[in-house]
């Protein structure tokens, strides 16, 4: 090979390894907010040891915060009223599509989400035939003409097993799930056409990335233009051991998993928690090291029912009484992990495990998008972060140097 020759060679190889970061860093990067309206309070039984808070806030900041996000995904519609033979002419959602666009900057993408955590039935229904994918795939692009709405982002927790119900239904009775999920996707592509947009939220636990695989997911992406890994709830009550449930070297791992599978960089968002959670743990072992120290156990065994040990609350909630002396110290002794790349406290007197993201623990993981070229960012969910969304600011920030016109997405 001659000098130019070797040069060429060496170009291409510059960018080629260059090109993911330089997509990222040179065009807008997506910033996606889901926005949610119904609200859940699951209060403590006698038996509990603790309350498990669980809310969603249909609420919007001012339009400086506003005018970053690109789009916003409304959380959720039902998986089941797709399968319906007629289509409906009633597609309920907490706001109408037109009164949240109004909300939010010109050009936004306002999406809707069906699905959600424990929404499996509806899916598994479409996905077993030919006729069933056809006929939800039908009613997901009636309800987009007849809503507004730019897209539809799929929740689906999870095909393949391990959703909520994963102690009733084995997953080897849901095998047959992965590889019906490329078609249901291709279904909806096929039916929606190619103006509107198919997004995906998917694990970021290895363990529940049971669908999403080297063989599978190249065919899903020919159908889908970008995936919503939630790289959050990486530590749940399944787990024995504590963990940051949002920590950076935990997402690394998960982005590089569907990489290694398949998807292009710039096809995957990365995923920011909005609320904090906390775990019951084990003392003495704690005592020595309160990263990676035991549980107390969280999950019933043989029915999967939470055992009360674990919850969650948003920044805008209130925080529930028993949890107040323990937070006030989270607030002022909580610290950063550098090595895991999680924000943490763990109180020795309540023998509480805290997790959650702060402004600056943000600013740090939101390092990804740029190391592995990332397409953008979403947060669950925008409302759990009032009223003063430090953590959109900072998110907004981190976004903010690389916008283009929003009507080139």
């Given at each position: ?22 997509s ?7 910033n ?29 900041p001012n ?25 409906s ?53 009636v ?93 749940n ?22 990489i ?27 005592l ?30 209130e925080?529930p ?9 989270v ?48 947060a ?30």
């Amino acid at each position: 090979m001659n000098i130019l020759g070797r040069q060429a060679l060496v170009l291409w190889v510059f960018w080629t390894l260059a090109m993911p970061l330089v997509s990222a860093t040179t065009e807008q990067l997506r910033n996606i907010m889901y926005f949610c309206g119904q609200d859940t309070i699951l209060t403590s039984s006698a038996k509990a040891l603790l309350t498990k808070y669980h809310s969603q806030h249909p609420t919007v900041p001012n339009s400086l915060l506003t005018s970053q996000i690109s789009h916003v995904v409304m959380a959720f519609m039902d998986s089941n009223i797709f399968n319906r033979e007629e289509p409906s002419s009633d597609w309920p959602l907490f706001m109408t599509v037109k009164e949240t666009r109004a909300q939010f900057a010109p050009g936004t993408k306002i999406m809707v989400a069906i699905g959600g955590w424990g929404d499996t039935a509806g899916f598994s229904f479409a996905a077993a035939t030919d006729e069933g994918r056809q006929r939800w795939a039908r009613n997901v692009a009636v309800m987009l003409r007849e809503t507004g709405a730019d897209g539809v982002d799929i929740d689906w927790e999870y095909p393949g097993g391990n959703g909520e119900d994963y102690k009733q239904v084995p997953n080897e009775h849901k095998a047959w799930e992965i590889q019906a999920y490329p078609f249901l996707m291709a279904e909806i592509r096929t039916a929606i056409g190619p103006d509107k947009l198919i997004s995906v939220a998917v694990p970021g636990l290895p363990r529940d990335m049971l669908p999403f695989t080297a063989e599978t997911l190249p065919t899903i992406m020919e159908s889908v233009d970008f995936l919503n890994v939630m790289t959050y709830e990486m530590m749940n009550r399944r787990d024995t051991i504590t963990k940051h449930h949002a920590g950076k070297v935990a997402a690394r791992e998960s982005l590089n998993n569907y990489i290694k599978n398949g998807v292009r960089p710039g096809d995957l968002n990365l995923g920011f928690a909005f609320y904090t959670k906390f775990y019951r743990t084990e003392h003495h072992t704690c005592l020595q090291s309160p990263i990676g120290c035991s549980t107390l156990l969280m999950e019933d065994p043989k029915t999967g029912v939470d055992m009360g040990r674990t919850g969650a609350f948003a920044w805008a909630d209130e925080v529930p009484a028993e949890m107040q002396v323990s937070f006030s110290k989270v607030l002022r002794d909580g610290q950063y992990d550098e090595v895991g790349g999680g924000y943490y406290y763990w109180d020795a007197d309540q023998d509480l495990w805290w997790s959650h993201e702060t402004p600056g623990s943000i600013g740090d993981k939101f390092g990804l998008v740029r190391e592995l070229g990332l397409g953008g960012v979403f947060a669950w969910e925008l409302g759990a972060d009032g009223p003063e969304y430090s953590r959109l600011a900072a998110l907004n920030a981190a976004v903010g140097g690389s916008r283009r016109g929003k009507d080139e997405l």
